[in-house]
């Protein structure tokens, strides 16, 4: 059995943020702060938020923004019957002006105009 002595410094870096990839993955409707995160990873948020973006090369609140937004377009997209309310929720956004707000700055319409196109 491989225990955490066994590993490089650099292979027990990629675990955490494996277990923190995975983590917001299954938590996306969840309030996921840095610090939550964190601790999913096991360790300090401000060593996991340095390790997070050198590992991909964004925060962990922006990876976590794109995956919602991301999301909700494609509940828009492939669930026309969902209010933008229930969407919003699904994915985590605390209101809708927030979800519509957030969803505007990344796809440069409203969610409305991103369900007629």
Same mark, same amino acid.
């Given at each position: 059995m491989i225990t955490p002595k066994d590993l490089?410094? #650099?292979?027990?870096?990629?675990? #955490? %943020?494996? &277990? &923190? @990839?995975?983590?917001? /993955?299954?938590? @996306? !409707? /969840?309030?996921? !702060?840095l610090k939550i995160v964190a601790e999913a990873a096991h360790t300090s948020p401000f060593h996991f938020h340095r390790l997070f973006r050198m590992a991909t090369g964004e925060t962990s609140n922006d990876y976590i923004v794109r995956l919602?937004? /991301?999301?909700? &377009?494609?509940? %828009?997209?492939?669930?026309?019957? @969902?209010?933008? !309310?229930h969407i919003a929720n699904s994915m985590g956004f605390n209101s809708l002006a927030n979800f519509s707000r957030v969803f505007q700055k990344w796809f440069v319409q409203s969610p409305s105009e991103f369900r007629k196109n």
């Open positions: 490089t410094q #650099k292979q027990l870096n990629h675990l #955490k %943020i494996q &277990a &923190a @990839l995975s983590y917001i /993955e299954g938590h @996306l !409707s /969840e309030e996921l !702060s919602r937004v /991301e999301g909700a &377009a494609t509940m %828009i997209q492939y669930g026309p019957q @969902l209010s933008f !309310s």
